[in-house]
């Protein structure tokens, strides 16, 4: 292990990534707060702003698998389709059997000009997790508790809202609800089955309502649907845990583009061509694990050096009064303000233990495995 990777492993250096990450966080989540008072004015303003502003704090955290871990991301499409990335409104199917899937995710965002003003279809739980769920929330983001009966209103009224929205747009779906584990993949195929659905080796059933009504809401706004097949070199399976110790992975992306005109309007014709396309995926990802490619050309974006940056311009803002205190502490000689330096950093630690815990598989709070089977999509 040479120097450098062995300085990134360490607990101090960690630590303070996460004080800018955290403090940042909480200084942009107030600045949004003050922006609300644009929205009755001029909404397009409120909104152009707070892209910058998630930026900001999204950025830090692609900072961390670009620059930090140097995790490399491959492309495997089509040059037209290449041509247009960044370009457009579009939705975005993306497997979820990784931790990381979403980093990925936002890494291609970033490297098109995206990442301030790309969406999700996201679970009500995480609009309590702060900085996450809050920075999510100033941004539009639509919340859904996966009970249809109670999503239907909110769902329609928040993608009906971004209808307008000025910035190109990306709006990730994880279809498959939640993500892959070997239990939930089990009841998912006994769903199947009972269904009369064919089964899938790679993925979870797809959930069908969420992929409708988005496209049904948003028809006229967003002009293709991107199919995005994440894996990784070597048959790795990358944490955030991982990338915050300067593990470095090898991403392969295979993206498709099907413009909307292409998508069946009927429901149950759409929800058919849905299913399809995940026994697609499954293809993929089967030829991928036996050739170690997906097909396609392949390109690397290259990565951008604004979220390095923007990641140095916070550190260089937060972490000199930081040390500053920090060493004014070690010399007051006071046991009373050592004591609660010390237990300051303890709670620093936990809390963002447990932002990383919202990230990890095996913590990952679903029902799924008890309630999938009375779900219909």
């Known amino acids: 292990m040479g120097l450098i990777s062995y300085l990134k492993t360490q607990f101090i250096l960690q630590l303070l990534i996460s004080f800018v990450f955290v403090v940042s966080g909480l200084i942009i989540n107030f600045i949004q707060l003050c922006t609300c008072v644009l929205w009755p004015f001029n909404r397009q303003l409120y909104r152009r702003i707070n892209c910058r502003l998630a930026y900001s704090l999204w950025s830090q955290l692609v900072m961390l698998l670009e620059w930090w871990s140097c995790t490399d991301c491959t492309l495997y499409t089509d040059k037209a389709t290449l041509d247009k990335l960044g370009k457009e409104h579009v939705i975005i199917i993306l497997n979820h059997n990784f931790e990381i899937d979403f980093l990925c995710g936002w890494t291609m965002c970033e490297r098109f000009g995206v990442l301030g003003s790309s969406k999700v279809l996201a679970k009500h739980e995480l609009l309590k997790v702060p900085l996450i769920g809050w920075t999510w929330y100033f941004l539009e983001i639509v919340f859904c508790k996966r009970k249809w009966e109670e999503d239907r209103n909110t769902v329609f009224s928040g993608l009906e809202r ?35 659905l064919p089964k899938l080796k790679y993925h979870l059933l797809p959930r069908t309502k969420g992929f409708t009504t988005t496209l049904q809401c948003l028809k006229g706004t967003v002009s293709a649907v991107y199919d995005v097949t994440l894996n990784f070199k070597d048959k790795k399976n990358p944490t955030l845990l991982g990338i915050i110790n300067g593990e470095q992975y090898k991403a392969d992306m295979s993206l498709r583009r099907f413009p909307v005109e292409e998508i069946p309007e009927d429901e149950q014709e759409c929800s058919t061509w849905l299913h399809t396309l995940y026994q697609e995926k499954d ?11 997906f097909p ?48 300051f950093i303890i709670i620093a630690s936990i809390a963002v233990r447990r932002l990383i815990g919202v990230t990890e598989v095996k913590k990952t709070g679903s029902s799924y495995g008890n309630q999938e089977a009375k779900k219909e999509n």
């Open 162 to 196: 971004l209808r307008d929205y000025p910035e190109f747009m990306w709006f990730l779906l994880y279809c498959e609800g939640t993500r892959f584990t070997e239990k939930k993949h089990q009841i998912s195929m006994q769903v199947a089955e009972s269904k009369g």
């Open 296 to 343: 396609g050309s392949s390109f690397k974006p290259s990565r951008r050096p604004w979220t390095l940056l923007n990641f140095l311009f916070w550190a260089t803002l937060l972490l000199s009064p930081l040390i500053n205190f920090a060493y004014g502490v070690a010399v007051s000689g006071s046991p009373l303000l050592i004591i609660g330096f010390v237990l």
């Open 283 to 293: 293809a993929l990802q089967e030829q991928y694990i036996k050739e170690g490619i």
